[in-house]
């Protein structure tokens, strides 16, 4: 959907034709990911009905069909662009695979596929309790994450973590570069980059925490992560987190902000965020804004919180419960919030609008 910025007027929607049931989580319905754009076309990944490009007036350009994607919860990962690529992390499920896309045609530049993980396995091999109904290890493993283009020296990496391990490939060729054990089985935040270093979460029989830092060559796991850490199952983040000034913050399904220090894992601070209503758990992604952290939650509330070592909440913003489960966007000054039923959009009126009497 197109939507004018200024008033919220519909100009245009297009998508795919799609008449089957998929399967998914109640909580996650289907078209999860985001569109990705830049600034000519529009691409986006809506799951077995495959990947649309569009232009920005919304004429269709091309459409690949990359085959069923089938997993009890679902997808989520966005495409990515870079250059002349659309990275798509098509999965997680029996077919699961790492895919560039020439951006202009659609036609498949390389494909990485994905081993499937934890086939025969029991959770009680994870350290878990077999339960009565429960999903397998291998219906529940996978990856849920968007990947990540970083630099590293004089060349980028395209970072993607996959159940129990994180793996970066050369985008033009699909080489693989190195590889990092310690995530746990369940991937579902994305890696986030920042002060020359890869952050992570996953989760699974417990959580996992750890740093890597770039530039690696075969198994980085003793050489080049900098530290892993296990909370527990309480701590699961389903946004990514974020890096400022040595720090990494995140929010978690719990409702609690943490900080810890970025080099070592080391926990700074940790503080239960309570807002207007019952669902105080984040499933978002907290965004910077100089030393603010704008972090939403499952009521559309909308905390300000001080990005430093010291825990300050400046305000707590609600836009009247309405469920949510998106992370926030921000262009040119404007905050766009997408709740279940709305798209808001926030912000200074601008003196234009205001002498058309636009509300």
């Not at 799951?47 to 490009?53: E, H, K």
């Not at 002349?84 to 999965?91: E, M, R």
């Not at 970025?262 to 030393?291: C, F, H, I, K, Y």
Request: net charge positive; hydrophobic share 35%.
């Amino acid at each position: 959907m197109c939507l004018n910025r200024r008033t919220g007027a519909l100009l245009w929607q297009a998508g795919s034709t799609w008449t089957e049931t998929e399967q998914t989580h109640q909580d996650n319905p289907p078209c999860t990911p985001s569109a990705a754009t830049d600034g000519h076309r529009v691409i986006a990944w809506f799951g077995s009905a495959g990947v649309y490009c569009f232009d920005l007036r919304g004429r269709e350009l091309w459409h690949r069909d990359l085959g069923r994607q089938s997993h009890v919860w679902g997808y989520a990962a966005t495409p990515v662009l870079d250059g002349n690529l659309c990275f798509v992390n098509f999965g997680p499920g029996e077919r699961s695979f790492l895919i560039a896309l020439d951006k202009r045609t659609g036609k498949t530049v390389w494909q990485y596929d994905v081993p499937r993980y934890g086939t025969g396995m029991k959770w009680s091999d994870l350290g878990g309790k077999d339960r009565a109904g429960e999903p397998t290890v291998a219906e529940t493993a996978g990856s849920w994450a968007t990947p990540l283009i970083v630099p590293a020296g004089k060349q980028t990496e395209l970072v993607v973590l996959f159940a129990a391990r994180v793996m970066a490939f050369a985008p033009k060729t699909g080489a693989l570069l190195w590889t990092c054990g310690g995530p746990n089985i369940g991937v579902y935040s994305s890696p986030v980059f920042g002060n020359g270093i890869v952050a992570l979460n996953a989760s699974g029989t417990t959580n996992t925490l750890l740093a890597v830092r770039p530039g690696g060559r075969g198994d980085v796991t003793e050489t080049h992560r900098l530290w892993i850490e296990r909370p527990g199952n309480s701590k699961t983040c389903l946004g990514a987190g974020v890096i400022h000034n040595g720090h990494i913050y995140q929010v978690n399904m719990m409702g609690f902000a943490e900080c810890r220090e970025l080099q070592t894992g080391r926990m700074v601070w940790d503080e239960r965020l309570t807002g207007t209503g019952a669902r105080n758990a984040s499933w978002s992604a907290p965004v910077l804004a100089g030393d603010r952290l704008y972090v939403p939650n499952r009521n559309a509330d909308v905390f300000v919180l001080r990005a430093s070592p010291r825990f300050e909440c400046l305000a707590t913003n609600s836009i009247g419960g309405e469920p949510m489960n998106a992370s926030l966007a921000v262009s040119d000054g404007e905050i766009f919030i997408r709740t279940d039923k709305n798209l808001w959009c926030i912000g200074e009126q601008r003196n234009k609008l205001r002498s058309q009497g636009t509300p």
